[in-house]
């Protein structure tokens, strides 16, 4: 019922920009919780930043000051505004939803590619 499909990846210089969204359609309760995730190649998958209902953000040390998550409630999508990119930022960066009383319920995107490269 729910899904989620990601948009925005692609090929980058270091110290350019990228802004990945991603589209959740179905139920979608209120009080829920949504996140980025990457995964590099040989690497464990890192959260990389999360976002509440109410817009309270959470990112990850590696990427504080440079990668910045909202949220658009209207139209039930999440984005992550990437700047000053890296080398080692490049990754498959993954839509998270939590949603439920508990957040006991998860979805994933389908994961869109971001390569940091000259």
């Known amino acids: 019922q729910v899904q989620l499909v990601e948009s925005g990846g692609g090929l980058v210089q270091p110290g350019g920009s990228l802004r990945l969204s991603c589209a959740a359609s179905g139920s979608i309760p209120s009080f829920n919780a949504m996140a980025w995730y990457r995964q590099a190649p040989g690497k464990q998958r890192e959260l990389v930043a999360t976002i509440t209902s109410r817009s309270n953000t959470n990112v990850a040390d590696s990427v504080k000051g440079r990668f910045t998550i909202s949220r658009d409630n209207a139209k039930n999508t999440v984005y992550l505004q990437m700047n000053s990119l890296k080398p080692e930022d490049t990754a498959v960066y993954h839509c998270?939803?939590?949603?439920?009383?508990?957040?006991?319920?998860?979805?994933w995107g389908q994961g869109t590619q971001v390569t940091v490269s000259s």
């Open positions: 998270n939803l939590r949603l439920g009383m508990g957040l006991q319920t998860e979805y």
